[in-house]
Protein backbone atom coordinates (compact mmCIF):
# COMPACT_ATOMS: atom_id res chain seq x y z
CA UNK A 1 0.00 0.00 0.00
CA UNK A 2 1.79 3.60 -0.93
CA UNK A 3 1.43 5.92 1.23
CA UNK A 4 0.47 8.88 -0.49
CA UNK A 5 1.56 11.73 1.99
CA UNK A 6 4.72 10.15 2.21
CA UNK A 7 5.70 10.72 -1.51
CA UNK A 8 7.47 14.07 -3.33
CA UNK A 9 5.80 15.43 -5.97
CA UNK A 10 8.10 14.20 -8.23
CA UNK A 11 7.63 10.32 -6.91
CA UNK A 12 3.89 10.79 -6.99
CA UNK A 13 4.01 11.80 -10.90
CA UNK A 14 6.44 8.68 -11.52
CA UNK A 15 4.41 6.66 -9.83
CA UNK A 16 1.04 7.52 -12.04
CA UNK A 17 2.86 7.55 -15.25
CA UNK A 18 4.62 3.93 -14.16
CA UNK A 19 0.88 2.78 -13.27
CA UNK A 20 1.49 2.16 -9.59
CA UNK A 21 -1.41 4.29 -8.38
CA UNK A 22 -4.12 6.57 -10.17
CA UNK A 23 -4.71 9.99 -10.48
CA UNK A 24 -8.26 8.54 -9.05
CA UNK A 25 -6.71 7.09 -5.81
CA UNK A 26 -4.46 9.79 -5.25
CA UNK A 27 -7.42 12.67 -5.32
CA UNK A 28 -9.77 10.05 -3.10
CA UNK A 29 -7.35 10.59 -0.39
CA UNK A 30 -6.77 14.01 -0.38
CA UNK A 31 -10.91 14.45 -0.41
CA UNK A 32 -10.62 12.39 2.64
CA UNK A 33 -8.20 14.96 4.00
CA UNK A 34 -10.53 17.67 2.72
CA UNK A 35 -13.84 16.13 4.30
CA UNK A 36 -11.76 15.17 7.72
CA UNK A 37 -10.28 18.87 8.34
CA UNK A 38 -11.88 21.41 5.82
CA UNK A 39 -14.52 22.37 7.95
CA UNK A 40 -11.77 23.51 10.84
CA UNK A 41 -9.57 25.08 8.16
CA UNK A 42 -11.59 26.53 5.49
CA UNK A 43 -8.79 26.45 3.12
CA UNK A 44 -11.20 25.88 -0.07
CA UNK A 45 -13.18 28.95 -1.76
CA UNK A 46 -14.58 26.12 -4.60
CA UNK A 47 -14.31 22.89 -4.18
CA UNK A 48 -16.48 20.29 -6.02
CA UNK A 49 -15.16 16.62 -5.00
CA UNK A 50 -17.37 15.11 -8.15
CA UNK A 51 -15.77 17.51 -10.86
CA UNK A 52 -12.19 16.77 -9.19
CA UNK A 53 -12.39 12.67 -9.29
CA UNK A 54 -14.15 13.33 -13.23
CA UNK A 55 -10.99 15.52 -14.04
CA UNK A 56 -8.86 12.35 -12.31
CA UNK A 57 -10.70 9.66 -14.39
CA UNK A 58 -9.98 11.52 -17.27
CA UNK A 59 -6.47 11.82 -16.51
CA UNK A 60 -6.52 8.13 -16.19
CA UNK A 61 -7.78 7.55 -19.40
CA UNK A 62 -5.17 9.68 -21.23
CA UNK A 63 -2.42 7.44 -19.44
CA UNK A 64 -3.80 4.25 -20.03
CA UNK A 65 -4.43 5.11 -24.12
CA UNK A 66 -0.43 5.48 -24.28
CA UNK A 67 -0.67 9.14 -25.01
CA UNK A 68 2.52 11.14 -24.10
CA UNK A 69 1.95 12.57 -20.42
CA UNK A 70 3.45 15.20 -19.10
CA UNK A 71 5.71 15.93 -16.08
CA UNK A 72 2.94 16.58 -13.52
CA UNK A 73 0.22 14.28 -15.27
CA UNK A 74 -2.30 13.10 -12.64
CA UNK A 75 -1.09 15.48 -10.16
CA UNK A 76 -3.66 17.51 -8.16
CA UNK A 77 -2.62 21.34 -7.72
CA UNK A 78 -4.75 24.04 -5.72
CA UNK A 79 -5.23 27.64 -7.20
CA UNK A 80 -5.66 30.65 -5.39
CA UNK A 81 -9.05 32.21 -6.13
CA UNK A 82 -6.94 35.45 -7.99
CA UNK A 83 -6.34 32.94 -11.13
CA UNK A 84 -8.43 32.50 -13.66
CA UNK A 85 -10.25 29.57 -14.64
CA UNK A 86 -13.25 29.03 -17.18
CA UNK A 87 -14.66 26.12 -15.76
CA UNK A 88 -14.96 27.42 -11.81
CA UNK A 89 -15.64 30.65 -10.22
CA UNK A 90 -12.81 33.25 -9.37
CA UNK A 91 -14.19 35.26 -6.44
CA UNK A 92 -11.27 36.84 -5.77
CA UNK A 93 -11.98 36.96 -2.25
CA UNK A 94 -14.79 39.78 -2.78
CA UNK A 95 -18.74 39.22 -2.64
CA UNK A 96 -18.59 41.88 -5.99
CA UNK A 97 -17.22 38.88 -7.86
CA UNK A 98 -19.89 35.96 -6.00
CA UNK A 99 -20.10 33.14 -8.85
CA UNK A 100 -18.31 35.00 -11.27
CA UNK A 101 -15.89 32.82 -13.71
CA UNK A 102 -13.26 34.59 -15.99
CA UNK A 103 -14.03 34.13 -20.19
CA UNK A 104 -10.33 32.12 -20.56
CA UNK A 105 -7.85 30.69 -18.21
CA UNK A 106 -5.04 32.67 -17.18
CA UNK A 107 -1.32 31.51 -18.37
CA UNK A 108 -0.56 29.41 -15.66
CA UNK A 109 -3.48 27.05 -15.65
CA UNK A 110 -3.15 26.44 -19.33
CA UNK A 111 0.75 25.42 -19.08
CA UNK A 112 -0.73 23.08 -15.85
CA UNK A 113 -3.55 21.45 -18.39
CA UNK A 114 -0.71 20.89 -21.00
CA UNK A 115 1.35 19.48 -18.33
CA UNK A 116 -1.33 17.12 -17.49
CA UNK A 117 -1.73 18.50 -13.61
CA UNK A 118 -5.72 18.34 -12.19
CA UNK A 119 -6.39 21.74 -11.04
CA UNK A 120 -8.06 20.98 -7.75
CA UNK A 121 -10.47 23.79 -6.91
CA UNK A 122 -9.78 27.53 -5.63
CA UNK A 123 -8.67 28.10 -2.13
CA UNK A 124 -9.44 31.39 -0.29
CA UNK A 125 -7.67 34.34 -0.57
CA UNK A 126 -7.94 38.04 1.63
CA UNK A 127 -9.96 40.75 -0.06
CA UNK A 128 -8.41 41.08 -3.81
CA UNK A 129 -5.16 39.92 -2.91
CA UNK A 130 -5.05 42.38 0.22
CA UNK A 131 -5.59 42.75 3.89
CA UNK A 132 -9.40 41.62 4.09
CA UNK A 133 -9.12 38.26 5.89
CA UNK A 134 -10.58 35.31 4.80
CA UNK A 135 -12.25 32.85 7.51
CA UNK A 136 -9.32 30.35 6.69
CA UNK A 137 -7.72 29.35 10.07
CA UNK A 138 -4.02 28.44 10.67
CA UNK A 139 -3.88 24.03 10.58
CA UNK A 140 -1.61 23.69 13.55
CA UNK A 141 -3.81 25.52 15.74
CA UNK A 142 -7.41 27.31 14.44
CA UNK A 143 -7.57 30.45 16.97
CA UNK A 144 -4.56 31.60 14.57
CA UNK A 145 -4.28 33.40 11.10
CA UNK A 146 -2.69 31.30 8.27
CA UNK A 147 -1.41 34.52 6.94
CA UNK A 148 -2.42 36.19 4.11
CA UNK A 149 -3.10 36.92 1.09
CA UNK A 150 -2.62 33.56 0.04
CA UNK A 151 -4.20 31.78 2.96
CA UNK A 152 -5.70 28.84 1.82
CA UNK A 153 -2.98 27.57 -0.63
CA UNK A 154 -0.59 27.47 2.55
CA UNK A 155 -3.01 26.03 4.36
CA UNK A 156 -4.35 23.56 2.36
CA UNK A 157 -0.77 22.40 2.17
CA UNK A 158 -0.11 22.53 5.27
CA UNK A 159 -3.05 20.65 6.39
CA UNK A 160 -2.36 17.66 3.68
CA UNK A 161 -5.43 18.59 1.63
CA UNK A 162 -3.06 19.23 -1.24
CA UNK A 163 0.63 18.09 -2.59
CA UNK A 164 1.06 21.75 -4.28
CA UNK A 165 -0.82 24.97 -4.58
CA UNK A 166 -0.43 28.18 -6.20
CA UNK A 167 -0.33 31.33 -4.69
CA UNK A 168 0.68 35.49 -5.08
CA UNK A 169 3.10 37.72 -3.36
CA UNK A 170 2.55 41.66 -3.61
CA UNK A 171 3.79 42.31 0.33
CA UNK A 172 4.59 39.41 1.53
CA UNK A 173 1.64 36.77 0.38
CA UNK A 174 3.98 33.72 -0.32
CA UNK A 175 6.79 33.75 2.46
CA UNK A 176 4.41 34.66 5.26
CA UNK A 177 2.10 31.86 4.91
CA UNK A 178 4.43 29.53 4.06
CA UNK A 179 6.15 30.76 7.95
CA UNK A 180 2.84 30.29 9.95
CA UNK A 181 1.70 27.50 8.30
CA UNK A 182 4.96 25.39 8.34
CA UNK A 183 5.55 24.55 4.60
CA UNK A 184 8.03 25.80 2.27
CA UNK A 185 6.82 28.91 0.03
CA UNK A 186 8.66 30.16 -3.01
CA UNK A 187 8.24 33.41 -4.67
CA UNK A 188 10.72 33.44 -7.88
CA UNK A 189 12.10 36.32 -9.42
CA UNK A 190 9.94 38.86 -11.05
CA UNK A 191 8.72 38.12 -14.63
CA UNK A 192 9.85 34.41 -14.43
CA UNK A 193 5.65 33.29 -14.23
CA UNK A 194 3.81 35.02 -16.08
CA UNK A 195 0.73 37.31 -14.49
CA UNK A 196 -2.01 37.03 -17.79
CA UNK A 197 -5.44 36.24 -16.40
CA UNK A 198 -4.34 36.69 -12.63
CA UNK A 199 -5.88 39.47 -10.66
CA UNK A 200 -4.11 43.01 -10.90
CA UNK A 201 -3.42 44.64 -8.00
CA UNK A 202 0.26 46.05 -8.84
CA UNK A 203 1.98 45.43 -12.13
CA UNK A 204 5.46 46.27 -10.51
CA UNK A 205 5.36 44.40 -7.44
CA UNK A 206 2.61 41.22 -8.39
CA UNK A 207 4.47 37.97 -8.56
CA UNK A 208 3.18 34.37 -8.42
CA UNK A 209 4.43 32.41 -5.67
CA UNK A 210 3.79 28.42 -5.02
CA UNK A 211 3.55 26.33 -1.71
CA UNK A 212 4.85 22.39 -1.29
CA UNK A 213 6.24 20.47 1.52
CA UNK A 214 10.18 20.77 -0.30
CA UNK A 215 11.97 22.23 -1.68
CA UNK A 216 12.24 20.26 -4.38
CA UNK A 217 8.60 20.15 -4.61
CA UNK A 218 7.99 23.37 -5.47
CA UNK A 219 11.02 23.49 -8.23
CA UNK A 220 9.33 21.03 -10.37
CA UNK A 221 6.11 22.96 -9.74
CA UNK A 222 8.71 25.76 -10.98
CA UNK A 223 9.72 24.02 -14.20
CA UNK A 224 6.76 24.16 -15.48
CA UNK A 225 5.73 27.83 -14.96
CA UNK A 226 8.20 29.61 -15.50
CA UNK A 227 7.95 30.84 -18.90
CA UNK A 228 7.78 33.99 -21.36
CA UNK A 229 4.45 35.02 -22.17
CA UNK A 230 4.05 37.59 -24.60
CA UNK A 231 1.27 38.76 -22.88
CA UNK A 232 2.39 39.36 -19.88
CA UNK A 233 5.33 42.42 -21.10
CA UNK A 234 7.12 41.95 -17.89
CA UNK A 235 8.25 37.98 -18.52
CA UNK A 236 11.78 37.18 -19.73
CA UNK A 237 12.71 33.64 -21.38
CA UNK A 238 14.21 31.78 -19.13
CA UNK A 239 15.89 28.46 -19.48
CA UNK A 240 13.96 25.75 -17.05
CA UNK A 241 15.75 22.50 -18.49
CA UNK A 242 17.81 21.54 -15.57
CA UNK A 243 16.07 23.37 -12.53
CA UNK A 244 15.42 20.10 -10.51
CA UNK A 245 18.31 18.68 -11.26
CA UNK A 246 20.46 21.86 -10.01
CA UNK A 247 17.60 22.38 -7.11
CA UNK A 248 19.29 18.43 -6.03
CA UNK A 249 22.64 19.22 -6.67
CA UNK A 250 22.96 21.99 -4.84
CA UNK A 251 25.67 24.42 -4.28
CA UNK A 252 29.49 22.86 -5.31
CA UNK A 253 30.76 23.75 -2.02
CA UNK A 254 29.33 25.02 1.46
CA UNK A 255 27.82 28.05 0.35
CA UNK A 256 28.00 31.57 3.09
CA UNK A 257 25.49 33.68 3.76
CA UNK A 258 24.33 37.06 5.43
CA UNK A 259 21.96 37.61 8.13
CA UNK A 260 20.48 40.87 8.04
CA UNK A 261 19.02 41.88 11.62
CA UNK A 262 16.38 44.22 10.19
CA UNK A 263 15.39 47.22 11.87
CA UNK A 264 12.14 45.05 12.46
CA UNK A 265 14.42 42.85 14.59
CA UNK A 266 12.68 44.13 18.24
CA UNK A 267 9.28 42.97 16.40
CA UNK A 268 10.50 39.25 16.91
CA UNK A 269 9.16 37.86 20.15
CA UNK A 270 11.53 36.79 22.37
CA UNK A 271 10.88 32.69 21.92
CA UNK A 272 11.37 33.20 18.12
CA UNK A 273 14.16 35.25 18.56
CA UNK A 274 15.92 32.62 20.25
CA UNK A 275 15.01 29.96 17.59
CA UNK A 276 16.75 32.22 14.87
CA UNK A 277 19.99 32.99 17.28
CA UNK A 278 20.26 29.17 17.58
CA UNK A 279 19.87 28.95 13.87
CA UNK A 280 22.52 31.46 13.40
CA UNK A 281 24.65 29.08 16.08
CA UNK A 282 24.03 26.10 14.30
CA UNK A 283 25.74 27.88 10.75
CA UNK A 284 27.90 30.22 12.33
CA UNK A 285 30.98 28.79 10.07
CA UNK A 286 28.63 29.90 7.00
CA UNK A 287 26.78 32.95 8.34
CA UNK A 288 28.09 36.58 9.55
CA UNK A 289 25.54 39.22 10.40
CA UNK A 290 25.04 42.27 9.39
CA UNK A 291 22.89 45.52 10.07
CA UNK A 292 20.16 46.11 7.12
CA UNK A 293 21.54 48.47 4.52
CA UNK A 294 19.78 52.21 5.17
CA UNK A 295 18.20 52.30 2.33
CA UNK A 296 16.01 49.17 3.19
CA UNK A 297 13.87 52.50 4.91
CA UNK A 298 12.96 53.96 1.49
CA UNK A 299 12.13 50.72 0.11
CA UNK A 300 9.28 50.17 2.70
CA UNK A 301 8.08 53.59 1.59
CA UNK A 302 8.47 53.53 -1.97
CA UNK A 303 6.14 49.83 -1.79
CA UNK A 304 3.66 51.47 0.14
CA UNK A 305 3.41 53.97 -2.55
CA UNK A 306 3.27 52.02 -5.57
CA UNK A 307 1.21 49.12 -3.61
CA UNK A 308 -1.75 52.14 -2.45
CA UNK A 309 -1.42 53.99 -6.09
CA UNK A 310 -2.00 51.13 -7.95
CA UNK A 311 -5.10 49.16 -5.75
CA UNK A 312 -6.69 53.07 -6.36
CA UNK A 313 -6.31 53.07 -9.90
CA UNK A 314 -6.96 49.55 -10.63
CA UNK A 315 -9.93 48.85 -8.41
CA UNK A 316 -11.53 52.57 -9.12
CA UNK A 317 -14.73 51.49 -10.41
CA UNK A 318 -15.16 48.95 -7.25
CA UNK A 319 -14.77 52.01 -5.41
CA UNK A 320 -17.12 53.97 -7.14
CA UNK A 321 -19.91 51.50 -7.64
CA UNK A 322 -19.54 49.00 -4.35
CA UNK A 323 -17.47 51.11 -2.21
CA UNK A 324 -19.39 49.58 1.07
CA UNK A 325 -19.04 45.78 -0.16
CA UNK A 326 -15.32 46.90 0.31
CA UNK A 327 -13.68 46.02 3.70
CA UNK A 328 -11.77 48.87 5.66
CA UNK A 329 -8.40 48.00 4.79
CA UNK A 330 -9.04 48.08 1.01
CA UNK A 331 -11.28 51.45 1.63
CA UNK A 332 -8.07 53.01 3.64
CA UNK A 333 -5.46 52.13 0.95
CA UNK A 334 -7.64 53.56 -2.29
CA UNK A 335 -8.10 56.90 -0.64
CA UNK A 336 -4.44 56.81 0.80
CA UNK A 337 -3.09 55.74 -3.05
CA UNK A 338 -5.51 58.21 -4.52
CA UNK A 339 -3.52 61.19 -2.36
CA UNK A 340 -0.02 59.97 -3.81
CA UNK A 341 1.32 62.39 -6.39
CA UNK A 342 2.61 61.34 -9.86
CA UNK A 343 6.26 62.93 -8.80
CA UNK A 344 6.07 60.20 -5.67
CA UNK A 345 5.18 57.33 -7.47
CA UNK A 346 7.65 58.15 -10.20
CA UNK A 347 10.31 58.43 -7.27
CA UNK A 348 9.16 54.84 -5.73
CA UNK A 349 9.47 53.03 -9.73
CA UNK A 350 12.59 55.26 -10.35
CA UNK A 351 14.44 53.74 -6.97
CA UNK A 352 13.79 50.22 -8.00
CA UNK A 353 16.38 49.81 -10.40
CA UNK A 354 19.10 52.01 -7.56
CA UNK A 355 18.46 49.69 -4.80
CA UNK A 356 18.84 46.73 -6.73
CA UNK A 357 21.98 47.48 -7.81
CA UNK A 358 23.29 48.52 -4.45
CA UNK A 359 21.79 44.94 -3.17
CA UNK A 360 23.39 42.71 -5.91
CA UNK A 361 26.75 43.42 -4.67
CA UNK A 362 26.34 40.95 -1.55
CA UNK A 363 26.87 38.47 -4.78
CA UNK A 364 30.04 39.11 -5.47
CA UNK A 365 30.86 37.31 -1.54
CA UNK A 366 27.36 35.24 -0.87
CA UNK A 367 25.11 32.84 -1.94
CA UNK A 368 22.54 34.16 -0.64
CA UNK A 369 20.74 36.73 2.15
CA UNK A 370 18.75 34.92 5.40
CA UNK A 371 16.41 36.26 7.38
CA UNK A 372 13.22 36.01 9.41
CA UNK A 373 10.26 34.93 7.27
CA UNK A 374 7.89 36.94 9.62
CA UNK A 375 8.61 38.61 13.33
CA UNK A 376 7.11 35.35 14.68
CA UNK A 377 4.85 32.59 14.74
CA UNK A 378 1.20 33.06 13.54
CA UNK A 379 -0.65 35.92 15.59
CA UNK A 380 -3.82 34.67 17.24
CA UNK A 381 -7.31 35.84 16.02
CA UNK A 382 -8.28 35.74 12.16
CA UNK A 383 -9.13 40.13 11.91
CA UNK A 384 -5.29 40.48 10.73
CA UNK A 385 -3.03 38.29 8.22
CA UNK A 386 0.17 39.65 10.19
CA UNK A 387 3.13 41.56 8.85
CA UNK A 388 4.78 41.62 5.74
CA UNK A 389 7.76 43.97 7.09
CA UNK A 390 9.99 41.29 6.46
CA UNK A 391 9.28 40.45 2.80
CA UNK A 392 8.46 43.59 1.42
CA UNK A 393 11.95 44.64 0.25
CA UNK A 394 12.21 41.67 -1.51
CA UNK A 395 8.73 42.08 -3.16
CA UNK A 396 9.81 45.54 -4.57
CA UNK A 397 12.85 44.33 -5.77
CA UNK A 398 11.76 41.59 -7.73
CA UNK A 399 14.22 39.12 -6.36
CA UNK A 400 13.60 34.90 -5.90
CA UNK A 401 12.94 34.29 -2.06
CA UNK A 402 11.49 31.48 0.09
CA UNK A 403 10.38 30.51 3.37
CA UNK A 404 12.07 27.05 5.22
CA UNK A 405 10.02 25.31 7.66
CA UNK A 406 13.56 25.05 9.41
CA UNK A 407 12.36 26.52 13.25
CA UNK A 408 9.59 26.08 16.10
CA UNK A 409 8.88 29.36 18.21
CA UNK A 410 5.99 29.74 21.23
CA UNK A 411 3.63 26.50 21.80
CA UNK A 412 5.94 24.50 19.37
CA UNK A 413 4.24 26.34 16.02
CA UNK A 414 6.09 26.52 13.03
CA UNK A 415 8.78 29.56 11.79
CA UNK A 416 10.56 30.04 8.34
CA UNK A 417 13.96 30.77 7.56
CA UNK A 418 13.57 33.28 4.47
CA UNK A 419 16.17 32.70 1.92
CA UNK A 420 17.03 35.53 -0.64
CA UNK A 421 18.93 35.19 -3.57
CA UNK A 422 19.94 37.11 -6.62
CA UNK A 423 17.55 38.00 -9.78
CA UNK A 424 17.40 35.58 -12.70
CA UNK A 425 19.71 33.09 -10.59
CA UNK A 426 16.72 30.86 -9.54
CA UNK A 427 18.43 27.02 -10.78
CA UNK A 428 21.72 28.43 -8.62
CA UNK A 429 19.12 29.41 -5.48
CA UNK A 430 16.77 26.30 -5.40
CA UNK A 431 20.14 24.45 -4.58
CA UNK A 432 21.28 26.40 -1.80
CA UNK A 433 17.82 26.44 -0.64
CA UNK A 434 17.79 22.77 -1.14
CA UNK A 435 21.17 22.30 0.77
CA UNK A 436 19.89 24.37 3.85
CA UNK A 437 16.89 21.98 4.21
CA UNK A 438 18.43 18.81 3.80
CA UNK A 439 21.57 20.18 6.27
CA UNK A 440 18.49 20.90 8.78
CA UNK A 441 17.35 17.89 8.36
CA UNK A 442 20.44 15.84 9.40
Known amino acids: MIDIFSLSVEEMAQKIKEGQI ?154 RPASYCGVVGYKPTYGLISRNGVLRTSYSLDQIGMFGRKVEDVAMLAKVLIKKDKYDPATIHYSTENILSETKKGPLFDPKFIFYKTEHWKLIDKKSRESFEYFINSFKKNIEIFDTPSYFKDIHKYHQIIHETDLANNF ?28 EYAEAIDFMKRGYESYEEVFEDYHGVLSPASPGVAPKGLKSTGTAEFNKVWSYLGTPCISLPLLEGENNLPLGVQLIGNKYDDHRFLGVANWLEKECQE
Open 22 to 175: TSVEICEKYIERINKFEKDVKAWAHFDKKILLEKAADSDEHRKSGKPVGSLHGVPIALKDIIGTVDMPTECGTPIRKGKSYSQNAEIVELLNSAGAVVMGKTATSELAYLGPPKTTNPHDYSRTPGGSSSGSAAAVASLMAPLSIGSQTGGSVI
Open 316 to 343: SVYFKKFKKKLSKYMQDAITKGNKHSAK
